[in-house]
Each structure stands twice: as structure tokens, then as C-alpha cells.
């Protein structure tokens, strides 16, 4: 199993803003490229999965992507995204460790960078995943034991959970999660083990699994996971090792909508006047100061990390406002305008601002989300 810790930290680098550029052009062979990884040395549970590698790229060549070079057919490419180099390592069929290592490849680097890969023997193969559909906001993942008789936990979980709580023990959180549990159990009067009984298969399963999730976060990452588990009255008993994988749920397509901004300033108060282009719906207005995570220098754009950390906090305020009790509707008035509108704000005038606009929907009552590249201007 790759160490958690190695998780966490390439949890916070994947946040960091990259520059990995969009069409081939600019190369300078005075200074070529240099691809930085958050890990070079893998260590794999003998179940394999889907295992990203997050890097960056310095002095990027426009519309290049890195490239992996395998020896063995264990280890292939599955994706390569704008910030993580996802490998797929087969389950190990054989009864010792193995070990290989992979080239990373970039164009116009000068050298190739390396990654050693070490897997344990198949006895340690209790679980593997497979995830049969993904789409923006949900997805199906089959969970598949070696010991079709043996209890087990199928869940997912938000990877941010683990950067915001700093958890990098896996049996501690497997001990927080069946303590949860145990305390559900208790308010309902019942043991733990009743309780389990109760959401099994919901949650507890044996032999092959497949479970669906809706309501995700487009282009956020998660974690599934299973470990074999028991129970008697209150007590439980983890019979493996928690084993998981990475998901990664893309961004929904993006419409073509824009809109034309313009502001005029009095003292620290400014008028910003938005027409939409292309796009009858709702629109979200944010301001960003430039000690924010959204501002960036003029002569810049918006980089996939940027964009995808804008959508999350939209997300995360309507689906904030909907747990509060308001509808789609309520919110979308509330938080969000239709058609040409003037906005007066007052600003802090020894700070820089940027206007981002960008075009919401919700589709078949679901929560909002971003639909639009956003469209900015410098006040």
C-alpha cells in the first residue's frame, strides 16, 4: 500500500497552482523543461489500483503532456492530468514482491526522470476496485475481495477529509469511523454489531460489491476504500488492512458563455456593470482581492487548479445553503443574478481586486455548479 503520508502531501501539491501550458509552442532550448514529481519511489499493496503521481512543470512547452515508459505489462498509464500522473498497477499474481521502475518522459527535457515502483507478494491482495461509471458529480466503483466469504467495509470518502483533520494513520481512522458508528448505534439503543446488521449491504458486504454515488463535487478528488471487519456487541475486529484507491471526478463540460464587464471607480467604491453573452441563465459574481487564492498578476489566466478551487467553493456554498433549508431557487436569487445587472461595492483601497463572472445551473434540482469558464477583469 503507498504510505499515507505520501497521500497527504500530494493532496496539498495538487492544490498549487502548475504551469502546464495548453498548445505546443515556445520551446527554449536554452531552458529546456523540468518536471518535479511528489514521489519517486512507490510501495504498493499486492491489490494494485489506480496511483497518482502529482508533479509540475517548469519552463512548460505549450500543449505537452508527460509521458510514461513501462517495461513490465503490470504498470500502465491510465490518465494523465493537468496535475497528476495516474498509473494503473495490476493485482500481483505472484507469492513474492516485485519490483520495476517506470521513465517519465516531457518534450525537450534533457533528462528522464524515474520512478521505482515495489509491490508486495499476493498474499497481501485482500481487495481490488474497479470503477465501472464516473460523470461530474457521481460514480460506480465495484469492490472485489480475494476472500468472497470475508465481512468487509465498501465506502468512499472526500479526500479533503484527510488534509483537513491531518489524519495519517489508517487504523485511526478506522478507529474515528467505527466510533461514529458506535455512537449512531447508541442513540438508536442498539450495539454496534445490530447496527451493522441493519445497513449491511449498505455498507458491510461479502463477495463482489458494487455501490453508486451521487451528489459528489465535480473535479474533486476521493478515496475508496474497504478493510474485512467483524463484529460482537460493541466490539469490532479488523481482520486486513485498509486498502484503497484514488478517484478523480472531472469538471462538467463547460458552455460557451461569456460576459462583458466594465467598472467604474468612485473613491473606494466601484460600479461594476455585467451583460451576459451567449448565456440566459444564472450567473455567480466573485470579488477577489489580492491576497486571495483567486487573484493573479495581470497578464495572466486562470489555470485549471485555480478554476477547479473556484467551482468548489461555489459548490460548497450552495450545497451549504441547501443543508441550511433553502431550495435551488432560493439560493440561485439570493447568491447569484439573470440578465445585464450593476453591482455597488465598496472596497479596501490599498488592496488590488479581480472581478470573476462565470455562468451556474442546476440540473434536475441538483446543486449548483460552475458551467462556465469565468470571465474577469482587473479593478
Known amino acids: 500500500m503507498r504510505k499515507f503520508t505520501t497521500l497527504i502531501y500530494a493532496l496539498i501539491v495538487a492544490i ?6 495548453c498548445e505546443m509552442a515556445g520551446y527554449d532550448p536554452n531552458n529546456p523543461p523540468v518536471i518535479q514529481l511528489d514521489v519517486y519511489e512507490l ?17 512548460a512547452v505549450k500543449g505537452a503532456k508527460p509521458e510514461i515508459v513501462s517495461s513490465v505489462d503490470w504498470v500502465s498509464l491510465k490518465e494523465v492530468t493537468s496535475s497528476a500522473i495516474i498509473l494503473r498497477i495490476k493485482p500481483s499474481n505472484i507469492d513474492e514482491t516485485r519490483f520495476t521502475s517506470i521513465a517519465i518522459k516531457y518534450p525537450g527535457m534533457e ?39 470475508m465481512p468487509y467495509m465498501a465506502n468512499i470518502i472526500d479526500s479533503e477529509y484527510f488534509k483537513q483533520t491531518g489524519t495519517t494513520d489508517l487504523n485511526l481512522f478506522i478507529q474515528a469511523e467505527m466510533d461514529n458508528y458506535r455512537s449512531i448505534a447508541d442513540r438508536n439503543h442498539m450495539t454496534l ?8 449491504p449498505q455498507l458491510i458486504y461479502t463477495g463482489d460489491a458494487e455501490r453508486s454515488f451521487a451528489g459528489m463535487k465535480h473535479g ?12 460482537k456487541g460493541n466490539e469490532y475486529t479488523i481482520t ?17 458563455a461569456s460576459f462583458t464587464i466594465s467598472s467604474q471607480m468612485s473613491g473606494n467604491m466601484a460600479s461594476i456593470t455585467i451583460t451576459p453573452k451567449n448565456w440566459d441563465g444564472y450567473y455567480n459574481v466573485q470579488i477577489a482581492p489580492d491576497d486571495s487564492l483567486y487573484y493573479i498578476e495581470p497578464g495572466s489566466n486562470p489555470n485549471d487548479g485555480l478554476i477547479r478551487n473556484m467551482a468548489s467553493y461555489f459548490y460548497d456554498s450552495a450545497r451549504k445553503a441547501m443543508l441550511n433549508g433553502a431550495s435551488v431557487e432560493q439560493f440561485l436569487n439570493s447568491s ?3 440578465g445585464p ?6 472596497l479596501d483601497s490599498s488592496k488590488r481586486y479581480m472581478v470573476y463572472v462565470f455562468a451556474v445551473q442546476s440540473e434536475g434540482g441538483s446543486i449548483p455548479v460552475m458551467r462556465s469558464v469565468p470571465s474577469f477583469i482587473y479593478l
Not at 43 to 59: C, Q, W
Not at 133 to 146: E, F, G, H, L
Not at 193 to 200: A, C, D, F, H, P
Open 336 to 338: 447569484c443574478y439573470k
Open 240 to 256: 486486513t488492512p485498509m486498502h484503497q484507491t484514488f478517484i478523480e471526478l472531472p469538471m462538467p463540460d463547460m458552455y460557451n
Open 193 to 200: 454489531e445490530e447496527l451493522m446488521g441493519r445497513v449491511s
Open 43 to 59: 510501495n504498493i499493496d499486492g491489490g494494485g489500483g489506480d496511483i497518482p503521481i502529482y508533479y509540475a512543470v517548469s519552463n
Open 16 to 21: 498549487m497552482p502548475l504551469a502546464v501550458s
Open 111 to 149: 533528462k528522464t526522470v524515474r520512478v521505482s515502483i515495489l509491490q508486495d507478494k499476493q498474499l497481501l491482495n485482500k481487495f481490488r476496485f474497479e470503477t465501472v461509471d464516473i460523470t461530474y458529480n457521481s460514480c460506480t466503483v465495484k469492490y472485489i475481495p480475494t476472500d468472497k466469504d
Open 341 to 346: 445587472r450593476q453591482i455597488n461595492i465598496t
Open 220 to 231: 474533486s478528488k476521493y478515496v475508496v476504500y474497504s478493510y474485512g471487519v467483524t463484529f
